[in-house]
């Protein structure tokens, strides 16, 4: 049933002073009152202390609970939010109490999936929800905050109408057709087209960066062996926040940790045998390695500052989006930084905060995003997509406009170019898309 009763934790399950058990659906009240000792469903939204009991009458924990009723609240049903102790054993027996009183365990995702369909929020917006409990860096959760405050699908929302407004031009012309040109001029439905198709293209245009944002930029180390790689990579993470994993599957890891440099995410990556003597190594470890360079969106080619710029590492300055790294700075006895690229070194941590901003910098346009009032982005390939989608009916519809052009043909192309956007923002019943954007979620979101 579409809104039978759910019942989840809503907190990451462990130790933990407090936790919240949310549960929601028709009949939530009833089950409710069997485990809240005088539960009362009114005023909502108002905070009160009681003790929660096993149906059975076993005591479970005393804490606070909210009733949200229909629509106001986040699923728009019914709903009740206990906050109880944390830990392993309380918060799992208040649940189990409410199922034992008639919810049934929620999905992943279901609260969050009831609230679109209940149309309390749109696609969009529900994606924003994963993306802001995922964010790791302060960008991400900004950008993630602004698709949530509906940013995003306002945008879409407002590129939608216009759509909707030329196909209303448009069967104007297919139910007036005797005269000449149409009743409508035809250079305005094609002035129209031109400019919608440019505003496509516009946000289409933010994708590099939005998505880069969302999933975190990968930065990449690279060059010979004792440069100083390895000793950049956690002189860089040394002060930040990281979570460090090994790439699995090779002898000679690649070590990936995600980090913040000045709030923008950015997956660091130590390559291991890039430029090793063939024959030394394991293949799979340089097969990895040039995995990675090839799908950085930054390289750090660095080469020691009493070194030489080798050709190999000049062939990935001019190939890929490359800074040049000159490592060890302090080793230089006249304290000199000549020669080009960003002076660092592990040991003293010259340079690096430096170099930090200047990878926040070639990454993300970092001074202009984040001074700017933060215009809408397309963070996902789902999105990019859609609108790829969109501008490429549009465009059809475009090179149909010709004199000998059949405005049937040119109306389905533009309601095809809206049946993308209507599904980019979930105002389509299109089970498919989410069952896809909901299964990432986890329980009780
Ligand atoms: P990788 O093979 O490129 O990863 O290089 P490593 O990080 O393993 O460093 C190779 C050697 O250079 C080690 O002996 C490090 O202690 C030394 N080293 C690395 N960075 C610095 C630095 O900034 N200053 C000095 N003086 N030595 C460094």
Redesign the pocket.
């Known amino acids: 049933m579409l809104s039978d009763p759910i019942v989840a934790l809503a907190t990451a399950p462990g130790r933990s002073a407090l936790a919240l058990v949310r549960l929601s659906g028709v009949g939530t009240f009833e089950i409710a009152a069997k485990v809240i000792e005088d539960f009362m469903s009114e005023p909502a939204r108002t905070g009160r202390l009681a003790a929660f009991r096993a149906p059975a009458g076993d005591p479970i924990d005393r804490g606070l609970y909210f009733a949200y009723s229909s629509p106001n609240s986040f699923t728009g049903d019914d709903t009740v939010e206990c906050t109880c102790h944390g830990g392993l054993v309380v918060p799992a027996q208040l649940v189990a109490a409410f199922q034992a009183a008639g919810a049934r365990p929620a999905l992943p995702g279901e609260f969050t999936r009831r609230a679109l369909l209940n149309g309390k929020l749109d696609l969009l917006q529900a994606e924003a929800i994963g993306d802001l409990i995922d964010a790791t860096a302060t960008a991400q959760a900004r950008t993630a905050l602004h698709q949530l405050d509906g940013a995003l699908s306002r945008r879409i929302g407002a590129l939608r109408e216009r759509l909707l407004d030329l196909l209303a031009l448009l069967d104007y012309d297919v139910d007036f057709p005797e005269e000449d040109d149409g009743p409508i001029p035809r250079e305005r439905i094609a002035a129209a087209m031109a400019a919608l198709s440019a505003d496509l293209a516009q946000l289409l245009a933010t994708s590099p960066v939005g998505e880069r944002l969302r999933q975190g930029a990968l930065v990449v180390l690279a ?10 990579f956690n002189a860089l993470l040394g002060t930040e926040r990281a979570l460090v994993t090994a790439e699995p599957g090779t002898t000679r890891d690649t070590i990936e940790a995600h980090v913040e440099f000045e709030g923008w995410p950015v997956r660091l990556a ?1 390559t291991a045998g890039l430029w090793d003597a063939p024959g030394q190594l394991d293949r799979l470890g340089v097969d990895v390695s040039r995995r990675y360079l090839g799908a950085a969106d930054l390289v750090l080619v ?1 080469v020691e500052a009493e070194g030489e710029v080798e050709p190999e590492d000049r062939e990935l300055l001019k190939t890929r989006p490359a800074l040049l790294i000159r ?5 230089r006895k006249d304290g000199t930084t000549d020669g080009d690229g960003l002076h ?5 941590g010259a340079g690096l905060d430096l170099l930090r901003r200047a990878i926040a910098g070639a990454l993300f346009d970092s001074g202009k995003l984040a001074d700017a009032d933060l215009e809408p982005m397309l963070t996902r390939e789902r999105h990019r997509q859609a609108l790829t989608r969109a501008g490429s009916e549009l465009d059809q519809a475009r090179g149909m406009m010709g004199p000998a052009g059949e405005p049937v043909l040119v109306a389905h192309h533009v309601r095809q170019a809206a049946l993308s956007l209507d599904e980019l923002i979930g105002v389509v019943d299109v089970e498919e898309v989410l069952d896809r954007v909901f299964s990432r979620f986890c329980v009780g979101k």
């Not at 060059?223 to 950049?232: A, I, M, Q, T």
């Open positions: 060059g010979r062996p004792n440069v100083g790689k390895s000793s950049l130590d660095c490592t060890k700075t302090d080793r660092v070194s592990a040991v003293t």
